[in-house]
C-alpha cells in the first residue's frame, strides 16, 4: 500500500478523535466539575428548554462516545486519551443521575426526558462494561432509577415508541426487571409505519428528513439485535429489519455530495452530521452493503465532518456548540431545538469503536457520488421489496 495513502487514513482517525473531543470537552469538564447547569448556555426558542437541554447535550455526547469509549485502544496516545474520556464520561453519568449533585438532570418532569434517557440507555447498550458494570454500587442504583423513572412519560405515537423500548433494553442488558410490551409495541408499529425501499415513516406519515437516521434505524438494529431471542415474533423481523438497514445505509451514502455536502430536508438539520449516524452504526458493526466499501464510506463522512467543520461560528467562545449547520444559523432551530440537542451529532463518531487496523481505517476510497461527477464508472441503484 502506498505509504501517503497509510498516512491519510491515520490523519483521518485522528481529526475524527480531536473533532469529537473538541465537542465533548465543555460538557465533559463542566459536568466532572459539576457545574454544568451553571456554565452551559442554553439557546433555543422555548423557555422550557432549561429544563432538558443539560441531560440532551450529556446523554447524546455518550450515545455518540460510547463505542469508542468500549472498544478503543488501551495502549499509546488514542489508549491514554480513552481512558481520561472513559473516566469523564462515567463521572458524568454518575453526577447526572445523583439527587444530590447540583448537575442531578431531570427524568421525569415534561415529556421531553423520555428521549434522552433513552439516548443515555442506547449509550450503555454500546458500552455496558465502560459505562455501567464500571460504576460503583450507588452509581449503578442511580442509573436504574434515572431509567425506570421515565415510565410514568407518555411517548407520542412516533418514533418516541422506540425511545420507551430503548430503555427497556438497556434495563434487560443490565440484568434489571423491563417491560416487554414497551419493546413488542415500539417493534410492531414500525413494522406498520414501513413505508418500503429500506425507509420507516415517522408514526402514521411520511416525513422526509433524517430520522430515519436520527432515531428509527439505529435504535431498531440496536434493539432487536440484543432483544430478538425473547420472543419468535421479533425474531422473525430481525432479517427484514437488517436488510432494510443495510438498504438505508446506500440511500446515505449515496447522499453525500463530492463536496462533503449532503441534502438540506426536514426537521433537527441542526443535528449537523448526526443525520449520518445510520451509516455509521452500520460501518461499526460491519453491516454495510457488499457494493459499500468500508473505506469510501469513511472518506465520505471524513468530507461531511471536514465541511460542517469549516466555519469558526459553529462554536460560541467557550467551545459551546451554537444551533446551525454550516456555521451560526439559528433560523435552522425548530422550536424545540437548544444547545444541548445539539450534541446528538457526536453520533458520527461511532466507527471509532473499530481498531485502526479495520478496513474502515485503512486506505484511501472515492465515495459513490464523488466518482459519478467525475465521470468513473458506479454500479446502477436499485431498491429492495423487504
Known amino acids: 500500500m502506498n505509504n501517503n495513502v497509510v498516512i491519510e487514513a491515520f490523519e483521518d482517525r485522528r481529526y475524527w478523535i480531536e473533532t469529537m473531543l473538541k465537542i465533548a470537552d465543555p460538557v465533559l469538564d463542566a459536568l466532572s466539575k459539576e457545574h454544568l447547569k451553571q456554565v452551559m448556555p442554553v439557546e433555543g426558542g422555548m423557555e422550557d428548554r432549561n429544563r432538558y437541554s443539560h441531560l440532551e447535550a450529556f446523554a447524546r455526547l455518550s450515545c455518540g462516545m460510547a463505542p469508542w469509549i468500549e472498544h478503543g485502544p488501551t495502549t499509546g496516545w488514542e489508549g491514554l486519551l480513552r481512558k481520561e474520556y472513559a473516566n469523564l464520561v462515567r463521572r458524568g453519568m454518575e453526577v447526572g443521575t445523583n439527587p444530590a449533585s447540583p448537575d442531578y438532570m431531570n427524568f421525569t418532569a415534561g415529556a421531553q426526558p423520555i428521549v434522552d434517557t433513552a439516548f443515555l440507555a442506547h449509550a450503555i447498550v454500546r458500552a455496558p462494561n465502560e459505562l455501567f458494570n464500571d460504576l460503583a454500587p450507588d452509581g449503578q442504583r442511580n442509573v436504574i432509577t434515572a431509567l425506570k423513572s421515565t415510565r410514568t412519560r407518555k411517548p407520542p405515537f412516533n418514533n418516541w415508541l422506540l425511545f420507551s423500548a430503548m430503555i427497556e433494553t438497556a434495563l434487560f442488558l443490565i440484568g434489571e426487571e423491563w417491560d416487554l410490551m414497551r419493546v413488542d409495541y415500539a417493534l410492531r408499529q414500525h413494522e406498520q409505519w414501513y ?81 449520518f449516524q445510520h451509516l455509521a452504526q452500520m460501518a461499526l458493526q460491519h453491516r454495510l452493503d457488499k457494493s459499500l466499501h468500508p473505506a469510501q464510506v469513511r472518506c465520505a463522512l471524513t468530507a461531511v465532518i471536514r465541511r460542517i467543520m469549516e466555519p469558526h461560528e459553529t462554536f460560541d467562545e467557550k467551545g459551546w456548540l451554537r444551533i446551525g449547520l454550516y456555521g451560526y444559523q439559528p433560523e435552522l432551530g425548530e422550536s424545540y431545538i437548544s444547545t444541548g440537542s445539539l450534541y446528538l451529532c457526536a453520533t458520527v463518531f461511532l466507527p471509532l469503536g473499530l481498531p485502526a487496523s479495520d478496513s474502515f481505517w485503512q486506505g484511501e476510497q472515492e465515495w459513490t457520488m464523488k466518482k459519478v461527477w467525475s465521470g468513473k464508472k458506479v454500479a446502477i441503484d436499485s431498491a429492495i421489496d423487504v
Open 195 to 275: 413505508v418500503g425501499d429500506g425507509i420507516y415513516g415517522d408514526g402514521p406519515s411520511f416525513h422526509m428528513d433524517y430520522y430515519n437516521s436520527y432515531v428509527i434505524q439505529p435504535m431498531l438494529v440496536d434493539i432487536i439485535d440484543h432483544l430478538a431471542d425473547q420472543s419468535p415474533d421479533w425474531k422473525q423481523m430481525k432479517e427484514k429489519i437488517h436488510t432494510r438497514a443495510r438498504r438505508y445505509a446506500v440511500i446515505q451514502e449515496r447522499s453525500i455530495s463530492p463536496e462533503g455536502t449532503f441534502p438540506v430536508v426536514g426537521r433537527s438539520i441542526a443535528y449537523r452530521f448526526g443525520a
